[in-house]
């Protein structure tokens, strides 16, 4: 049986962020470790973030330093949407000197 790692509540936060598709986000919190995240199961049937379930809506979001919070003042606790996501690889950050990934890379990357 694996222990899971336990942080202190100031290791759970929410530092940067990548957009991926339809609900979904990447996002990197304090201990460096970037962690994909399915918003709409997170959502569904809860009144306050209902709303969110139209796309236009769900992305008008912001890092506030702690997490994510949406245009209206709902959010996520850190260490609930850490519990609530699974590892994924840091995504790319692309620079004007930086060659963007062929297809192969890419796929070979997320194990596809």
Same mark, same amino acid.
């Given at each position: 049986?694996?222990?899971?790692?336990? @942080? %202190?509540?100031? *290791?759970? /936060?929410?530092?940067?962020?990548? @957009?991926?598709?339809?609900?979904?986000?990447?996002?990197?919190? /304090?201990?460096?470790? +970037? #962690?994909?995240?399915?918003? *709409?199961?997170?959502?569904?049937?809860?009144?306050?973030?209902?709303?969110?379930?139209?796309?236009?809506?769900?992305?008008?979001?912001?890092? =506030?330093?702690? =997490?994510?919070? +949406?245009?209206?003042?709902?959010?996520?606790?850190?260490? @609930?949407?850490y519990?609530? %996501?699974? &590892? =994924? &690889?840091?995504? @790319?950050?692309?620079?004007?000197d930086?060659?963007? &990934? =062929?297809?192969?890379?890419?796929?070979? #990357?997320?194990?596809?």
């Open positions: 049986m694996s222990e899971k790692k336990k @942080y %202190s509540h100031g *290791e759970f /936060c929410v530092t940067d962020m990548e @957009y991926v598709n339809d609900f979904s986000m990447k996002l990197e919190f /304090c201990h460096d470790e +970037w #962690r994909l995240v399915d918003f *709409e199961p997170l959502m569904k049937g809860r009144h306050f973030f209902e709303e969110l379930l139209v796309h236009e809506k769900f992305i008008q979001f912001y890092l =506030t330093g702690q =997490t994510l919070e +949406w245009y209206n003042g709902v959010d996520f606790d850190p260490e @609930y949407l519990e609530n %996501s699974k &590892p =994924t &690889p840091k995504p @790319y950050f692309v620079d004007d930086s060659p963007l &990934p =062929t297809a192969a890379e890419e796929s070979a #990357r997320y194990g596809e």
